[in-house]
């Protein structure tokens, strides 16, 4: 029971480790897709008829598909170190396809997916089981046995009847419910519902909810054609690390040298869409910076939603990589400068001056026993 307590109270952990090994995924994926729109100059998804784009956007959607399972398998990893592997990656697949019903007329069967929260739930389950499944006690001659049958089998077996027989369906209806709200949004309060969307973008910079805005907001509304919320989910995404390193270079008192050092890289990568630039910032004064990271963020993607930014735009991606294929490219310039300016307005307001720790140099004392 300890031990299950153990795993709850580093649950932050775990989660943070699956997502660290989901990052370059995403990435991958996800600047691949935007390299094809960027090619075809279009503004909306490459065609069969566009050649290289079409198999580059490919490329990029099935790695993209693999940001659940592998969040998932590396949760149970961070758990239950090698065993939880291969229960947690199928435990992540499987929250992709929940068998909800068989449409007789057809003759198929009808599936849904649990999304990020499944994985998550997968992730936890099966590191939970392979750890306690490593402690079964068998004779040495038959430990190998544990690990290449005992805990693989036993626990994908476990995790796919919890999964379709308990938590899947309403995980899933849950994901459904939550894309319809937004689905509905996309006609009503645009400036409203992108702002919501930047404070989740912007929450835990890459981590669950963020990556539930993402998939939903820009990956699947992308996917269907609907690109109302894909420019200010962009600009919320790139936000975080331009601020951050500006700030940095700008506001140098506020910040350590290795902050300081890290501007421009964390320019970088806010310029090409990776949110997780400003990860490094964020856990030196989380109390400070995460509501920085949120209202900024919340401010420039509403600020896009209300103007309309990027109606045509195609590409499942953030940051000023994509501003070529933005319908209206300005306006996504202005509200990333918006944005920055903002994060580094309140920087200069809330963050403290940073001190430098000195190190006690202690003198030497002189013992006698005389």
């Keep these: 029971m300890k031990e299950l307590v153990d795993i709850f109270k580093n649950l932050r952990t775990h989660l943070m480790n699956g997502v660290s090994y989901m990052i370059p995924v995403v990435v991958g994926g996800g600047i691949l897709m ?7 100059g279009k503004g909306a998804a490459p065609g069969w008829g566009d050649g290289i784009p079409y198999w580059l956007w490919t490329i990029g959607a099935d790695a993209l598909g693999l940001m659940v399972p592998v969040l998932s398998a590396y949760i149970a990893y961070s758990i239950a170190d090698r065993p939880g592997i291969a229960p947690g990656l199928a435990g992540g697949i499987m929250a992709l396809n929940i068998p909800i019903g068989f449409n ?3 003759g198929t069967v009808s599936f849904a997916s649990a999304g990020f929260l499944g994985g998550i739930v997968t992730g936890i389950l099966a590191g939970i089981l392979a750890q306690y499944l490593k402690k079964i006690p068998l004779p040495k001659s038959m430990q190998s046995l544990k690990s290449i049958i ?3 089998v036993v626990s994908i077996l476990v995790i796919g009847i919890v999964m379709f027989g308990v938590l899947g369906g309403p995980i899933a209806m849950f994901m459904e419910w939550l894309e319809g709200i937004l689905r509905n949004a996309a006609g009503g309060n645009v400036m409203l519902v992108s702002a919501i969307a ?3 973008i912007a929450f835990d910079l890459g981590g669950p909810v963020n990556k539930v ?3 939903i907001l820009m990956v699947a509304f992308v996917g269907d054609g609907i690109y109302t919320f894909a420019a200010p989910v962009g600009i919320a995404i790139c936000i975080p690390p331009i601020g951050a390193g500006v700030a940095s270079l700008l506001l140098k008192n506020k910040f350590s040298k290795e902050e300081r050092n890290a501007g421009v890289g964390a320019i970088a990568m806010g310029f090409c869409g990776i949110t997780e630039g400003a990860i490094s910032y964020t856990t030196a004064d989380p109390i400070r910076m995460i509501p920085i990271n949120m209202i900024s963020s919340a401010i420039a993607a509403g ?8 109606k045509t735009m195609a590409a499942s991606w953030g940051g000023l990589i994509v501003t070529p294929v933005i319908s209206s ?3 996504y310039v202005v509200c990333i400068l918006v944005g920055v300016a903002v994060y580094v307005l309140l920087c200069a ?3 403290k001056n940073y001190v430098e720790k000195k190190e006690e140099v202690l003198e030497d004392v002189e013992i006698s026993f005389e």
């Design 329 to 331: 490219p300005l306006l």
């Design 150 to 152: 005992i805990i693989p």
């Design 34 to 40: 935007a390299i094809a729109v960027l090619i075809t």
């Design 349 to 351: 307001v809330l963050k």
């Design 213 to 215: 805005a993402f998939s």
């Design 303 to 310: 600020l896009a939603g209300l103007l309309g930014v990027g």
């Design 198 to 200: 930047g404070l989740m």
């Design 104 to 106: 007789e007329a057809a």
